[in-house]
């Protein structure tokens, strides 16, 4: 499984796809990790947001509750076969 759109950090992590985005997490630039949301070639075309944010957001941003419910999966050893299903 390979992202669908350019994406130019080396840092990131890709954990596969949710609702047309690319989705990734970074550990670059401190602070812990970030989730990214790619749906463009273009270097602007990403949302990208704080795993420390996420529980300010998680109540009214779908796009957010299934990017991290795939990276969770995606980080976890004992259900990763999921994404082969
Ligand atoms: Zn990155």
Avoid at 15 to 20: A, D, S
Avoid at 27 to 56: C, F, H, K
């Amino acid at each position: 499984m390979l992202p669908r759109h350019t994406h130019d950090c080396n840092a990131c992590e890709f954990h596969g796809y949710f609702g047309g985005y690319d989705v990734y997490t970074c550990g670059q630039g401190g602070l812990g990790s970030t989730m990214i949301a790619r749906w463009g070639n273009d270097g602007p075309e990403y949302q990208s947001l704080p795993v420390q944010l996420y529980e300010r957001v998680a109540d009214t941003s779908p796009l957010w509750r299934g990017v991290k419910a795939l990276i969770d999966i995606n980080t976890d050893p004992d259900q990763s076969y999921v994404m082969w299903k």
